[in-house]
Antibody, heavy 122, light 112 residues
Framework: QVQLVQSGGEVKEPGASVKVSCKAS????????INWVRQAPGQGLEWMGW????????GYAEKFRGRVTMTRDTSTNTAYMELTRLRFDDTAVYYC????????????????WGQGTLVSVS | QSVLTQPPSVSGAPGQSVTISCTGS?????????VHWYQQLPGAAPKLLIY???IRASGVPDRFSGSKSGNSASLAISGLQAEDEADYYC????????????FGGGTKVTVL
């Protein structure tokens, strides 16, 4: 089955960087974008950006530009999200999720989601 | 403040029906982009529930239904069950914003 498995939780100090991995299986990695979404404790979902595994092209939400980098290793079907200059309010669960393309109506949906990686900044 | 607006909470007794609204604008829902709904059970990752406005994802009971009209969309749950208690999020593409994917703030469904 299609699955995204993320790396384990991290504890970081303010100003440090964190790199979260997301290993895909059950489908052809290059055919779908990988998006990253985060959720602060008790809060809603916040989209961070996308990466095309085939080309390596990326697009980031304005809020994270300059601090986030999304990359991939096609030999291991793994996507990565690195966030630098961590702040206390970056404490959140970070999810990778496959983006499914399609028509205007059917496209841009997210399925499946990884299990989430808790990043604590303290 | 989320680009898509949802009520923070709705509640209903078992067997009743509830509806969650999702209001956007001319650059997302009003532009014709589909709305997608996710269910997040306590302590779990979100799961795709409804996509393309009204298509149930694989394995989703037909108690869940979606609709969209203009700048607004709705998720309806009929025959409410205890296991439906969760957070629900709407999501769509927005061509105006640099953050091109947008979510609603989420709605907590409580089964009384």
């Amino acid at each position: 089955q299609v699955q995204l498995v993320q790396s384990g939780g991290e504890v970081k100090e303010p100003g440090a960087s964190v790199k979260v991995s997301c290993k895909a299986s059950g489908y052809t990695f290059s055919t779908s974008d990988i998006n990253w979404v985060r959720q602060a404790p008790g809060q809603g979902l916040e989209w961070m950006g996308w990466m095309n595994p085939k080309s390596g092209n990326t697009g980031y939400a304005e809020k994270f530009r300059g601090r986030v980098t999304m990359t991939r290793d096609t030999s291991t079907n793994t996507a990565y999200m690195e966030l630098t200059r961590l702040r206390f309010d970056d404490t959140a669960v970070y999810y990778c999720v496959r983006g499914l393309s399609g028509s205007l109506v059917l496209g841009n949906r997210f399925d499946p989601w990884g299990q989430g990686t808790l990043v604590s900044v303290s | 403040q989320s680009v898509l607006t949802q009520p923070p909470s709705v509640s209903g007794a078992p067997g009743q029906s509830v509806t969650i609204s999702c209001t956007g604008s001319s650059s997302n829902l009003g532009a014709g982009y589909g709305v997608h709904w996710y269910q997040q059970l306590p302590g779990a990752a979100p799961k795709l529930l409804i996509y393309g406005n009204n298509i149930r994802a694989s394995g989703v009971p037909d108690r869940f239904s979606g609709s969209k009209s203009g700048n607004s969309a709705s998720l309806a749950i009929s025959g409410l069950q205890a296991e439906d208690e969760a957070d629900y999020y709407c999501q769509a593409y927005d061509y105006m914003l640099n953050g091109r994917q947008v979510f609603g703030g989420g709605t907590k469904v409580t089964v009384l």
